[in-house]
T-cell receptor, first 113, second 115 residues
Framework: GAGVSQSPSNKVTEKGKDVELRCDPI?????LYWYRQRLGQGLEFLIY????????KSGLPSDRFSAERTGESVSTLTIQRTQQEDSAVYLC???????????FGPGTRLTVL | KQEVTQIPAALSVPEGENLVLNCSFTDSAIYNLQWFRQDPGKGLTSLLL?????REQTSGRLNASLDKSSGRSTLYIAASQPGDSATYLC??????????????FGKGTKLSVKP
């Protein structure tokens, strides 16, 4: 079946604008994770969704970041009032359950000018 | 707080050589450890996952080992090929009761295999 997909693949925006990133997980995967990879840094965990449970937002760096997921379907990550330090590759991963093998999408490269 | 370290940051080898990539972690209370490869401009491809109760996993020319007591994992690549050139990442999932399974990553080893 299809893997994890993300859109857009690239996004260039101006400082202060809002952006929305989309992730389509593998069908049947109940767990969904967002990570970001800034230049020269390791991947950082942002947020975790599991079914209809309350998300784990412990990795979100500020209140400008938010994410939604309806059931076990698509997730969107929204960054409000973007800053230059938000420039990074944002990666989404899904898995059958928590703490099992995760499968990653190709990422969205965000550039904030 | 778990910290994952990968040394070296970059490695260049001639084609055909066997090689070992190293990963160390500070907290041994891991649930599993996963190795990935990342190609430029692409996402991560899962290579091997080792459960905390396992010592090693093998897939083709790849063999990953895990020693929880010493906080180390290695990825062995046999008979390296130019197509193996990529950045290799290791990542740990913690075994705390509240852990949701998010991966804690090292910064990776960039491997270059020269023809």
């Amino acid at each position: 079946g299809a893997g994890v997909s993300q859109s857009p693949s690239n996004k260039v925006t101006e400082k202060g604008k809002d952006v929305e990133l989309r992730c389509d997980p593998i069908s049947g995967h109940t767990a969904l994770y967002w990570y970001r990879q800034r230049l020269g840094q390791g991947l950082e965990f942002l947020i975790y969704f599991q079914g209809n449970s309350a998300p784990d937002k412990s990795g979100l760096p500020s209140d400008r970041f938010s994410a939604e997921r309806t059931g076990e379907s698509v997730s969107t990550l929204t960054i409000q009032r973007t800053q230059q330090e938000d420039s990074a590759v944002y990666l989404c991963a899904s898995s059958f359950d928590r703490r099992v093998e995760q499968f990653f999408g190709p990422g969205t490269r965000l550039t904030v000018l | 707080k778990q910290e994952v370290t990968q040394i070296p940051a970059a490695l260049s080898v001639p084609e055909g050589e066997n090689l070992v990539l190293n990963c160390s972690f500070t907290d041994s209370a891991i649930y599993n450890l996963q190795w990935f490869r990342q190609d430029p401009g692409k996402g991560l491809t899962s290579l091997l996952l080792i459960q905390s109760s396992q010592r090693e996993q093998t897939s083709g020319r790849l063999n990953a080992s895990l020693d929880k007591s010493s906080g180390r994992s290695t990825l062995y690549i046999a008979a390296s090929q130019p197509g193996d050139s990529a950045t290799y990442l290791c990542a740990a999932t913690m075994n705390y009761g509240g852990s949701q399974g998010n991966l804690i990553f090292g910064k990776g080893t960039k491997l270059s295999v020269k023809p």
